[in-house]
């Protein structure tokens, strides 16, 4: 898995795309993948979120481990 890019350079990317520089100057200028800046600026003008995701899969239940054991699949 990719590691996690900061908060600000998302915050700095996001500032810029308001201004209305698009998306592949903005990839460039900050050396982010083209990709990443038109997921994050879609992002933000579809639903105004600028925080990143959860990025680990989501938690099992605590009665998985026991599953085998009861029997009861």
Excluded at 24 to 38: C, D, H, K, Y
Aim: aromatic letters at 2%; glycine letters at 10%; proline letters at 4%.
């Amino acid at each position: 898995m990719a590691r996690a890019l900061s908060a600000d350079l998302r915050k700095r990317v996001l500032e810029t795309g308001t201004g209305g520089v698009s998306a592949r100057p903005i990839a460039a200028r900050f050396g982010v993948g083209i990709s990443t800046a038109i997921r994050w600026l879609r992002r933000e003008r579809e639903s105004d979120e600028r925080t990143p995701r959860r990025q680990s899969k989501p938690r099992g239940s605590r009665l998985n481990a026991h599953e085998a054991t009861t029997g009861l699949v």
